[in-house]
């Protein structure tokens, strides 16, 4: 997403959009015909020029996988693309929340978990996860993996990815949201146990 949809200007965060979008957007609120012409060359673009979303399967779509927002931890040219870039502005806006937090005298943890994506590739060291975790070792940070929650070789990925996120989505639903809550809950108590016992006796 900060390779793609959007950057920082001046502190505040700005969509990006294509010059072509702009005129789109005049074109469908200001004009009759154009419009309909507009939408009659969209139809034809769609089935002339075949991008990565229009080759997805109905059975891709309905399990979120095969995306091209997902594929940068799996397909290196996917990564060369925008997924190396991406990381490094991640990085550097994670820096700068670091810092916050420190000048605020906050904790911070970290965590990653896979999209439907990884789970069917079995991408269980994935780019997200060595990045992060090394990330957040240079800062001595705590630092959940639950890649491991999802990918595993003794679970069917269609089967993990039906039962635990939204439809069409790479967010948990319901179930998922309850696995890790979970889990969550387990890394709390054994990372910081001693705010837990705190809290648990009503001193925190």
Request: overall charge neutral; hydrophobic content about 40%.
């Amino acid at each position: 997403d900060e390779e793609k949809r959007y950057e920082i200007r001046d502190g505040r965060v700005v969509g990006l959009f294509s010059p072509s979008s702009k005129i789109k957007e005049f074109v469908y609120e200001y004009t009759g015909l154009a419009k309909n012409i507009w939408s009659l060359i969209a139809k034809i673009q769609t089935v002339l020029v075949k991008d990565s979303e229009t080759l997805r399967s109905p059975e891709e779509k309905r399990l979120g996988i095969n995306q091209a927002k997902s594929l940068w931890t799996i397909n290196n040219e996917v990564f060369q693309e925008y997924g190396r870039s991406g990381l490094e502005k991640a990085r550097h806006h994670m820096d700068l929340l670091y810092q916050l937090l420190q000048e605020h005298n906050k904790e911070m943890s970290i965590a990653v978990y896979p999209w439907p994506d990884q789970i069917v590739h079995a991408d269980l060291h994935s780019r997200q996860v060595t990045f992060w975790e090394n990330w957040a070792k240079s800062y001595f940070v705590p630092f959940f993996n639950f890649f491991p929650v999802f990918i595993s070789s003794k679970a069917d990925p269609m089967e993990v990815i039906s039962k635990n996120f939204i439809e069409g989505d790479v967010h948990w639903n319901e179930a998922g949201h309850e696995v890790i809550l979970r889990k969550l809950y387990a890394k709390i108590r054994e990372t910081f146990p001693k705010i837990w016992d705190e809290k648990q006796a009503g001193t925190h």
